[in-house]
C-alpha cells in the first residue's frame, strides 16, 4: 500500500472518529431535547405541588398535637394528629396545655394562647396581642391597617402560623397545633398504661398495670399500637418475603426439568427444544405485569396470586439461563460417571448437577434478591404485603409518617436480603466464584 | 501414598472407614438441607394459600377463564383491533421513551458514581464507602416506593417513573460498571498521568474506551429490564401503556378488546427489545472485543 493510500486511510478513520465523538453526544443531546418537551417538563413546575412536598417532608420527621375548642358547646379536645386513636381522655392534658375555665396552651419560646369563654387571645412576641372572637357573624378580631403575611384573615377565618405552632379560628371551632419531632406514640397510644415510661422503667421498675408483667404487657401494647400497627406491618413484610421466596424456588423448581428439555445436548429432538423455548419466551415476553392482572383474576388478591405470578414470569428467565448453563457443561464428567456404569439419573446427578449448581444458585439467590422488590410492586397491584399499606398509606395522603417508616422497612427488608442472598452465595459456593 | 497408610498400622479399612463416615455425613447435611427447604416450601404454600383471597385449587381452575374473556371479546371485535393498536401506541412510545430516557440518565449517574467507588480511580479515595452506600441505597429502593412519592408531589405523568427508574438504575450499573473497571488495565491511566492529564482526562481517555464495550452491554440489558417497570408503573399511575392498561382493566368487560391490543402492543415491544438487546449485546461481548 502506497503512502498516499495509507494517509488517505488514516484520514478517513479520523473523520469517521470524529464524526462518532461529536456525534452521539449530539444525539443524546437532541433525544433529552425531545424528551423536555415530550414529557412536558416546562409545564412541570405549573403541576408540581409543593405545599404537598413540605407536608410530606415536614411529617416525615415531626407530628402534631391539635388542641381543638368547639365553639357552639365550649368544650375542650386534645388529640394528637387530630386522630381519635391519639386522643387525650378528658379532663387529661399534656403539660403544655393547662385545663380550667380558661384554657392556656403554651406554645414555645413565650408564644402563649389562651381559649377564653367568647374567643381566644394569642401573645406574639415581638407583634403583640391578637383576640379573635367567633360569632354568628363571622370571626371579629382586633387586627386593623396592614395584615403580615403570616396571618391570614377573611371574614369567616382567621389563620395565623409562626413558628411555634399555627392558630385557626372559624365560627364553628378554634384550633392551635403544635408541632413535636419525632413519630408520635411510636411505641404506645395514649390508652396503654405503659404510655410515657421509659426502657429503664419498664425493665427495672415497679410494676405498671397490675393485670400483666411489666415486659408482656409492654410487648402486647406494643405489638398492638392501633396507630403503627406493628403486628400487621411485620406481617406485611413477611408476607411480601414469601412471595419472593415462593416465587423464586418454585419457579427454579419449575424450570429445572424443562431446562434440560431445552438444552441441545441433552435433547436432540429438534422439535421438543424449540417448543419450550418459545414456551420460556413467552412466559418472559408477557412480563409480570401482565401476568400479575392475568393472575389476579383467578386467585384474587394476596400473597398466593404475588408468589404465582414471579414463579411464572421467572419460569421463563430461570429456563433461559438455566438450559444455557446446561449447554456449557463438560460432557468428559458425565463420561466418567458413564464409564462406572451409571444409569441416566445417576449420569445427571452425579455428572451435570455438580456441575451446573454453582451457576444456578448464585442466579437463583440473585433473583431473591431482585424479587423482594418485585413482590412490593406486585403487591402493590394485587394487593399484599408491604406494597399493600403502603400504596394505602399514600393514598389517604395523611399519615406521611406511617409512609416514611413504610418506606424506611422496605429499604432495610431489601438490604437484608440482599446481604442475605450474598451470605448464602458464598456460604454454598464455596470460595470457587470469588468475587461474584 | 500407599506406604504412607500401610506404615500407619491401620490400614485401608482405616482409610475407608473414614470416607464412609465422611460420606454419610454428607448425605446427613443434605438430607437436612432438602427437609428444611421443602419444609419452608411446604408451610409457605399453605400459609400463603391461606392468606389470599381466593384458594390455590379453586383459582388454578378458573386461570384461563380471564384470558378467554378477554380473547373472546377481542375476536368479536376483530375490527376494531388495528384502530386500537394505532390508538395505543403513543403510549407504548411513552413507556418506552420512559425506560430509554431513565437507563441513558441512570448509565450517565451509574459511570460517574462507578468511577468514583472504584478502588484505584478514584477522584477521592476516601469517599469510596460513601459513594458506594449511596449507591447501595439507591438500589434498594423499589422503584414504586419513589414514583408513588413523586406523584403526590409532581402529579401523575412520565416524569416521577423516570425519575424513580433513573434513581434505581444509577445503583444497579453503578454497581456493575465498577465491577468492570476494577478489570481495566490501570497502565493507559497512569501514562496519562505522567504527561499530566487531569482526573477527568484520565478516564476520559484512559479508562472509557476500555471498559465501553461492557457497559453498553449491561447498558442495553438494563434498557430491558427499564421498559418492563415502566409499564408496571404505568399501572400505578405514572403514564404510558400501563395507565392505559389500568383504566381499560377498571372498566372491565366491554373494553377487553382494548386490553387485549395493550397486551400485544406491551407484549411485542417486550419481545422486540429483548431480541434486539441480545443480539447487540452478543455482537458487544463477543465480536466487540476481537
Redesign the interface.
Known amino acids: 500500500m502506497s503512502i498516499a493510500a495509507l494517509k488517505a486511510q488514516a484520514d478517513q478513520q479520523f473523520r469517521y472518529k470524529r464524526l462518532v465523538n461529536f456525534g452521539m453526544p449530539a444525539v ?1 443531546l437532541a ?2 431535547v425531545y ?1 423536555f418537551f ?4 416546562p409545564g ?1 413546575a405549573e ?4 405545599d ?2 413540605r407536608t ?1 417532608v415536614a411529617d416525615s420527621y415531626s407530628y402534631k398535637t391539635h388542641v381543638t375548642r368547639d365553639n357552639r358547646s365550649g368544650d375542650v379536645s386534645i388529640a394528637i394528629e387530630g386522630e381519635r386513636k391519639g386522643r387525650y381522655a378528658p379532663g387529661t392534658s399534656p403539660a403544655w396545655v393547662a385545663l380550667g375555665a380558661e384554657t392556656v396552651i403554651d406554645l414555645r419560646d413565650g408564644h402563649q394562647v389562651i381559649f377564653t369563654n367568647t374567643g381566644m387571645r394569642y401573645d406574639v412576641p415581638g407583634y403583640g396581642l391578637i383576640t379573635a372572637e367567633p360569632g354568628t357573624r363571622g370571626v371579629q378580631t382586633n387586627i386593623t391597617g396592614d395584615v403580615p403575611d403570616w396571618i391570614n384573615l377573611s371574614k369567616n377565618r382567621l389563620a395565623i402560623t409562626t413558628a411555634a405552632g399555627r392558630v385557626s379560628v372559624t365560627r364553628n371551632r378554634t384550633e392551635v397545633f403544635r408541632y413535636f419531632a419525632g413519630w408520635e406514640l411510636f411505641f404506645f397510644t395514649l390508652d396503654s398504661p405503659y404510655f410515657g415510661h421509659g426502657v429503664t422503667d419498664i425493665l427495672f421498675g415497679a410494676q405498671i398495670d397490675p393485670v400483666r408483667s411489666n415486659i408482656t404487657g409492654a410487648w402486647q401494647d406494643f405489638w398492638g399500637n392501633g396507630m403503627w400497627r406493628h403486628a400487621d406491618v411485620a406481617w406485611a413484610i413477611f ?1 411480601t418475603i ?2 419472593a ?2 416465587g423464586t ?2 419457579a427454579a423448581l419449575v424450570a429445572l426439568p424443562l431446562a434440560f428439555i431445552a438444552a441441545r445436548n441433552f435433547t436432540p429432538m429438534r422439535t421438543a427444544r424449540f417448543g419450550i423455548r418459545r414456551v420460556f ?1 413467552f412466559l ?7 401476568w400479575t ?3 389476579s ?9 404475588g ?1 404465582l405470578a414471579i414463579l411464572v414470569t421467572d419460569t421463563g428467565s430461570f429456563g433461559k439461563m438455566f438450559s444455557e448453563a446446561l449447554e456449557n457443561v463438560d460432557d468428559k464428567q458425565i463420561e466418567g460417571v458413564q464409564s462406572t456404569g451409571a444409569r441416566p439419573m445417576q449420569r445427571y446427578r452425579f455428572g451435570v448437577i455438580p456441575q451446573i449448581t454453582p451457576v444456578l444458585l448464585s442466579q437463583i439467590l440473585y433473583y431473591l434478591e431482585s424479587n423482594t ?2 413482590a ?2 406486585i403487591g ?2 394485587t394487593g ?1 404485603g408491604i ?1 399493600l399499606l ?2 394505602q398509606a ?1 393514598i389517604t ?1 395523611k399519615d406521611w409518617e406511617e ?1 416514611s417508616y413504610y ?1 424506611v422497612l ?2 432495610l427488608m ?2 437484608v436480603m ?1 446481604w442475605l442472598s450474598g451470605w448464602l452465595r458464598r456460604r454454598l459456593i464455596q470460595g470457587d466464584e470469588s468475587g461474584h | 501414598m500407599a506406604e504412607l497408610t500401610a506404615s500407619a498400622g491401620s490400614g485401608v479399612p482405616h482409610i475407608r472407614e473414614h470416607y464412609m463416615d465422611l460420606i454419610r455425613r454428607k448425605r446427613m447435611y443434605g438430607g437436612l438441607t432438602l427437609a428444611i427447604f421443602t419444609l419452608l416450601m411446604v408451610s409457605g404454600f399453605v400459609l400463603a394459600d391461606s392468606r389470599n383471597a381466593g384458594g390455590f385449587w379453586d383459582g388454578i381452575l378458573n386461570v384461563f377463564d380471564f384470558p378467554h374473556q378477554v380473547l373472546s371479546e377481542a375476536w368479536e371485535k376483530i375490527d376494531l383491533l388495528p384502530a386500537h393498536l394505532v390508538h395505543f401506541f403513543p403510549a407504548l412510545i411513552e413507556t418506552i421513551n420512559i425506560a430509554a430516557v431513565s437507563t441513558l440518565i441512570g448509565a450517565m449517574l451509574g459511570l460517574v458514581l462507578s468511577l468514583l467507588s472504584t478502588r484505584g480511580l478514584a477522584r477521592f479515595p476516601r469517599l469510596i464507602p460513601l459513594f458506594r452506600r449511596s449507591m447501595d441505597i439507591m438500589r434498594a429502593i423499589p422503584e414504586i416506593v419513589i414514583a408513588l412519592v413523586l406523584i403526590f408531589v409532581l402529579g401523575g405523568g412520565p416524569v416521577p417513573a423516570m425519575i424513580a427508574i433513573a434513581l434505581h438504575t444509577t445503583g444497579a450499573l453503578g454497581k456493575l460498571f465498577s465491577e468492570v473497571n476494577e478489570n481495566a488495565s490501570l497502565k493507559p491511566v497512569e501514562g496519562l498521568q505522567s504527561v499530566g492529564a487531569t482526573w477527568f482526562q484520565r478516564m476520559w481517555l484512559g479508562v472509557i474506551p476500555q471498559v465501553a464495550p461492557n457497559y453498553l452491554s449491561y447498558a442495553l440489558l438494563r434498557f430491558e429490564i427499564n421498559i418492563r417497570a415502566s409499564a408496571i408503573l404505568g399501572f400505578v399511575g405514572a403514564g404510558g401503556i400501563g395507565y392505559e392498561l389500568k383504566n381499560a382493566m377498571s372498566w372491565g368487560q366491554g373494553k377487553f378488546d382494548e386490553a387485549a391490543a395493550i397486551f400485544i402492543l406491551l407484549f411485542g415491544a417486550i419481545v422486540l427489545f429483548d431480541q434486539l438487546s441480545s443480539y447487540y449485546r452478543h455482537r458487544l461481548t463477543s465480536g466487540g472485543a476481537a
Open positions: 443524546i433525544y433529552l424528551i415530550a414529557f412536558d417538563i412541570l403541576r408540581a405541588r409543593m404537598n412536598a410530606l408476607e414469601l412471595m421466596f415462593l424456588m418454585g419466551d418472559r415476553g408477557v412480563d409480570g405485569l401482565i392482572i392475568v393472575l383474576r383467578a386467585f384474587g388478591p394476596g400473597p398466593m396470586t408468589a422488590r418485585s412490593t410492586i402493590a397491584i399484599g406494597g403502603l400504596t399514600i395522603q409512609v418506606i422496605i429499604i431489601v438490604m440482599d
